[in-house]
C-alpha cells in the first residue's frame, strides 16, 4: 500500500538533546513537508521540499532542521535551540506543490 | 498577505441536523480550495477539493462544498451528521500555477456531535 510513515508515534526526550522524526512516503511524490500543530491550533509549516538536495524554510523553522537525500525520505531534526519543541508533528506529501497533501499519522514529541 | 479564516472555532450539532463549516480566504492568485478531517491524534485526510470548473464539490463520507468567488468563501455542508463526524475539520489553500508553491491552513473548527 502506498502512503507515508512516521516514527515513532510517541517520544520522549529530556531538555537539551537534539531528536530526529523520521518521514517515509512510497507515492513517488517530489514535495514534502513538516508541520507542528499545538492543541487547539492549526497547522505552522516548519520546512517544506520540492525536490531533492533541495529545501526552504516554512513560518517556523527556528531550532529545525531538515534533510532532503532521497526522494522518499525527509527527516526532521528538533534541536536543543528550539525554545518549546513539546507538540505533535505531521509530514505530508504531494505531488506538486499546491496540490493535495498527503498526511503521515504524526509524531508526539514530548520534551521532559 | 494570503490567508484562511475560520470563523468558528467549535460547533455542536445533533446526529442527523445539518451541518455548515465556514471558511473564509485572502488570496492574490486563483486558489486551489481543500478541506480536510483529522481525528483525534491522527493525521489529516482529504475530504473534497476545488480547483476549477464546477463550483460545487463532491467529497468523500457524504461531504460537499460550494466555492463562492464573489465571498471569498468555501464552505463545508453535509446535510445529515453521523457520530462518527465529530473531528477538527480544516479549510487550506493554494495558489494556482504560481511560483507561491505553499499550501496556507486555516486554525481549524471542532466539531461535536450529540447523539
Known amino acids: 500500500d502506498g502512503g507515508i510513515t512516521q516514527s515513532p508515534k510517541y517520544l520522549f526526550r529530556k531538555e537539551g538533546q537534539n531528536v530526529t522524526l523520521s518521514c517515509e512516503q512510497n507515492?513517488?511524490?517530489?514535495?514534502m513537508y513538516w508541520y507542528r500543530q499545538d492543541p487547539g491550533q492549526g497547522l505552522r509549516l516548519i520546512y517544506y521540499?520540492?525536490?531533492?538536495?533541495?529545501?526552504q524554510k516554512g513560518d517556523i523553522a527556528e531550532g529545525y532542521s531538515v534533510s532532503r537525500e532521497k526522494k522518499e525520505s525527509f527527516p526532521l531534526t528538533v534541536t536543543s535551540a528550539q525554545k518549546n519543541p513539546t507538540a505533535f508533528y505531521l509530514c505530508?506529501?504531494?505531488?506538486?506543490?499546491?496540490?493535495?497533501?498527503?498526511f503521515g499519522p504524526g509524531t508526539r514529541l514530548t520534551v521532559l | 498577505a494570503q490567508s484562511v479564516t475560520q470563523p468558528d472555532i467549535h460547533i455542536t450539532v445533533s446526529e442527523g441536523a445539518s451541518l455548515e463549516l465556514r471558511c473564509n480566504y485572502s488570496?492574490?492568485?486563483?486558489?486551489?480550495l481543500f478541506w480536510y478531517v483529522q481525528s483525534p491524534g491522527q493525521g489529516l485526510q482529504l475530504l473534497l477539493k476545488?480547483?476549477?470548473?464546477?463550483?460545487l464539490v463532491q467529497g468523500i463520507k457524504g461531504f460537499e462544498a460550494e466555492f463562492k468567488r464573489s465571498q471569498s468563501s468555501f464552505n463545508l455542508r453535509k446535510p445529515s451528521v453521523h457520530w462518527s463526524d465529530a473531528a477538527e475539520y480544516f479549510c487550506?489553500?493554494?495558489?494556482?500555477?504560481?511560483?507561491?508553491?505553499?499550501?496556507?491552513f486555516g486554525p481549524g473548527t471542532s466539531l461535536s456531535v450529540i447523539p
Open positions: 505530508a506529501s504531494s505531488s506538486q506543490g499546491p496540490d493535495t497533501q498527503y
Open positions: 507515492l513517488n511524490h517530489d514535495a
Open positions: 521540499s520540492q525536490i531533492v538536495n533541495d529545501f
Open positions: 488570496y492574490g492568485a486563483t486558489p486551489y
Open positions: 476545488y480547483f476549477s470548473g464546477d463550483t
Open positions: 487550506a489553500v493554494g495558489a494556482m500555477k504560481t511560483s507561491y508553491d505553499k499550501v496556507i
